[in-house]
């Protein structure tokens, strides 16, 4: 039997971000192994014109969740959505819903965040800092609370080449910031993010390292531990390989690169690639869950949940087994063939995206003008690259991350749980997991069926004959206007012609003779 499952049961768990990417594979995953769980309370906003009760539905509707609806068919009766919205005071959270929060809670999973890479200061430290505080005001008024679980980032102190299992400090602390934010108005803290943030590529990290501080200073008296993974990836094995459900991180450049219309990164192909994969992150949070609430240690754990120390692998045989699972399964309607180089300055960059992201774009985009349709490539294209440029940070550069206390943590699992709470990644194998990555993003993703690889394969090469005839036209265009304005191009098509013209006489000749 598992410790670690048998620990959840019987328990009362509260998530934030259980509509997100990680959240839902938390959620799944103890459903799971933990079907007589007592209850999962989910903080969750109205959004997009559903409510709460809909939003939970359409999660536990999905194909996510097909294990978990046999296992524990009672599952949406265990499950029960709060409204809270993370930006409001006390999170809108009525008195009701506050009062059994309060007084049922034994574990709570923080994993609510704003990941936007390019959001304002002001709003990353309301969602990333102040609301964590506050979830520790609230965690700290829970007498039946167990453990307290922090989603963070291992990139929360990327401006650092080796970062160890500590709390780093900021220039300027937490609680100056939010204080500041509260009176700042939004020009002046434009003009000031730079300066904060410093080194650090966004405000994202910034606001993530800022969190853990709160984490550290606010949960002193609790049984706390910081869970920072790296760049968070498909799932390995569980409940099945390769689901994914949004455009972050990888995600959406997977699908750009696949319908053609990513050709050139700016990467660093030796660098270390240190993706892994969702549900080795969940495996590893629930792990630390038991144990930060049985052992209790003396002072907040954190851990890395990182691939690079332990099965490092990097840009380029990533990319080019995505490039290998394009040939094999390749995705439906394509812009263009899939194909993908590295560029290495910023002059190749800038050539690259001119040649091969722009101006098929306005050329595709004049087509369809012309052909009566809307114009939206270049749209798209333009959001593309500054996605990329967004992304670029994180594949140009190398970080080493010590994981002590995530081996500490694989040690003091039982046989059992290191089998079904599986976070250790020297298991993993690259190739087959990009490879079902790639697959994982077509049909969960772009919700394309495998029914359609024959059609695609067609269109793939429809493709590559336009892309011949098209370059024999522009050939010959070039040529013919160069021989009629330029006097060295017509003495070279002269000679070149002459000089086919010999050779063949030649052949024919000898032809003739051996004849
Ligand atoms: C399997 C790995 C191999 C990868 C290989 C892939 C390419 C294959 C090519 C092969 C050959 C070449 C080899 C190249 C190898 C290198 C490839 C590099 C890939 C790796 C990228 C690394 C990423 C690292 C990031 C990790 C950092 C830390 C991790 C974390 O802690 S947090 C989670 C990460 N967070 C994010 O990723 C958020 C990033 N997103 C944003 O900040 C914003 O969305 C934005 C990018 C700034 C865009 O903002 P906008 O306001 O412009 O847009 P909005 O968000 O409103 O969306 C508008 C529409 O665009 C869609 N969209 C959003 N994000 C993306 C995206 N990433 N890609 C494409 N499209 C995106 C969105 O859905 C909207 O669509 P609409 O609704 O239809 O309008
Ligand atoms: N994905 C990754 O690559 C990595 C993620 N992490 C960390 O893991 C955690 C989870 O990330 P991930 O699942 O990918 O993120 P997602 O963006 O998928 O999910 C974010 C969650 O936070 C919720 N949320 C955001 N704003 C509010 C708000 N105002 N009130 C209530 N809820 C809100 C979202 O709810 P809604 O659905 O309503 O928007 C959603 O459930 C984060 O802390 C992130 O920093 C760390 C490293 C890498």
Redesign the pocket.
Known sequence: MSTIAAFYGSKSILI????????KVLMEKLFRTSPDLKIIYV???P?AGQTLQQRVFQILNSKLFEKVKEICPNVHEKIRPVS????QHD?GISKEDMDELLSSTNIVFH?????RFDDPLRHAVQ??VT?TQQLLSMASQMPKLEAFIH?????SNCNLKHIDEVIYPCSVEPKKIIDSMEWLDDAIIDEITPKLIGDRPNTYTYT?ALGEIVVQQEGANMNIAII?????GATWQEPFPGWVD?L??PNGLIIAAGKGFLRAIKATPMAIADLIPADTVVNLTLAAGWYTAVHRPKSTLIYHCTSGNLNPCNWLKMGLQVLATFEKVPFEKAFRRPKADFTATSFTTHYWNAVSHRAPAIIYDVYLRLTGRKPRVTKLMNRLLRTISMLEYFINHSWEWSTHNTEMLMSMLSPEDQRMFNFDVRQLNWLEYIENYVVGVKKYLLKEDMAGVPEARQHLKRLRNIHYLFNIALFLIIWRLLIARWQTARNVWFFIVSFCSKFLSYFRASSTLKL
Not at 16 to 23: N, P, R
Not at 228 to 232: F, K, N, Q
């Open positions: 934030t971000g259980a509509t997100g990417f990680l959240g903080l969750v906003r959004k809270a919205d993370l930006n999170f994993c609510a965040a704003t990941v969602l990333n609301a989603l963070s980032t291992a990139f993530k920072r993974p790296s760049i968070v949004n972050n991180g």
